[in-house]
C-alpha cells in the first residue's frame, strides 16, 4: 500500500508538473495517428505508408521533451496515461458508430444505396477493430519505454546541454522507439489478421521507422527550445527534487 501510495503521489505531482500542452499535443497526435491510420497513402509488396505516419512522430517528440527535463519514468508515466485515454476514446467512438444515424457524408452521396456504403464505412473507421486497438496499445506501450531508457541512456553519454545532445539521444532513442513501435504492430496485428510475411513485418518496420526519424529530425530543434525553456524556467523543480529525494 506505501508503493500505490507513493506511486500515486508521484503521479499526480508529475501531471501537475509537465505542461498541460505538451500532453494535450501528445494526447492529440496519438488519437489522431490511430484515425489517420486508415487512410493507405502508398502501398506495394513490400512498403505500405499510411496517413498516421504524418503525425505519429510527434507523440516521440514529445516523450523526448518530457524525458530530458523529467527522465525516463515519467516519461514512460506520460505515455501510459495518453495510451488510457486514446482506449477509453476508441472506446466511445466504438459506441457511437454503433448507435443508429447518419454521417453528412451520406446526405452528400447520389443515391441511397451509396449513401449506406458510405455510412457504413465510416461507422467501421471510427469503430475501428479491437484487435488493431490491442495491438496498437502493446506496441505504444513497448516502445515508450524503449524510446525512454535508450533516451536517458544516450543523454548520459552524449548530452553535454547543447542542441547536438539532444539530437543524439533523440534519434537514437526514436530510431529504436520506432522501430520496436513498427514491428511489434506488424507482428501482432499485420501478420496475424493480415497475411503479411515477415519480410514484410521487417522491411515495412524499417522503411516506416525512417520516415518517422526524418519527419521528427526536421522538427527537433522545436523540441530542445521547449525542453530548454523548461529547464530556463525551472518548470518541474518539485518533481525532481521529489524524485531526489524518494531515491
Avoid at 490491442?134 to 547543447?162: E, P
Avoid at 510475411?197 to 527550445?225: D, H, R
Avoid at 518533481?239 to 524518494?246: D, M, N, P
Amino acid at each position: 500500500m506505501k508503493f500505490l501510495k507513493k506511486e500515486w503521489e508521484d503521479y499526480k505531482l508529475l501531471l501537475r508538473s509537465v505542461p498541460s500542452m505538451v500532453i494535450s499535443i501528445f494526447i492529440l497526435s496519438v488519437v489522431c495517428m490511430n484515425l489517420l491510420a486508415n487512410k493507405e497513402l502508398f502501398s506495394s509488396q513490400y512498403l505500405c505508408i499510411n496517413s498516421g505516419l504524418a503525425l505519429s512522430w510527434i507523440s516521440f517528440l514529445c516523450m523526448d521533451c518530457i524525458c530530458k527535463r523529467f527522465g525516463a519514468k515519467a516519461a514512460t508515466k506520460i505515455s501510459i496515461l495518453v495510451m488510457f485515454v486514446n482506449i477509453v476514446t476508441v472506446v466511445i467512438f466504438k459506441l457511437l458508430s454503433m448507435t443508429p444515424g447518419h454521417w453528412a457524408a451520406y446526405f452528400m452521396a447520389p443515391d441511397a444505396v451509396t449513401a449506406e456504403y458510405v455510412n457504413e464505412g465510416l461507422n467501421a473507421t471510427f469503430g475501428g477493430a479491437w484487435y488493431v486497438v490491442l495491438g496498437s496499445s502493446i506496441a505504444m506501450a513497448l516502445s515508450a519505454i524503449v524510446n525512454s531508457t535508450v533516451n536517458v541512456s544516450m543523454g548520459k553519454i552524449a548530452d553535454k546541454g547543447g542542441y547536438r545532445g539532444f539530437a543524439i539521444r533523440s534519434f537514437v532513442s526514436t530510431a529504436a522507439g520506432q522501430f520496436v513501435d513498427n514491428f511489434v504492430f506488424s507482428a501482432l496485428v499485420s501478420h496475424v489478421f493480415f497475411g503479411w510475411n515477415w519480410t514484410q513485418v521487417i522491411i515495412c518496420s524499417i522503411t516506416s521507422m525512417i520516415i518517422e526519424l526524418a519527419l521528427e529530425a526536421a522538427f527537433s530543434p522545436v523540441g530542445y527550445k521547449v525542453s530548454k525553456e523548461w529547464e530556463n524556467k525551472g518548470i518541474g523543480k518539485e518533481y525532481l527534487r521529489f524524485i531526489q529525494k524518494a531515491a
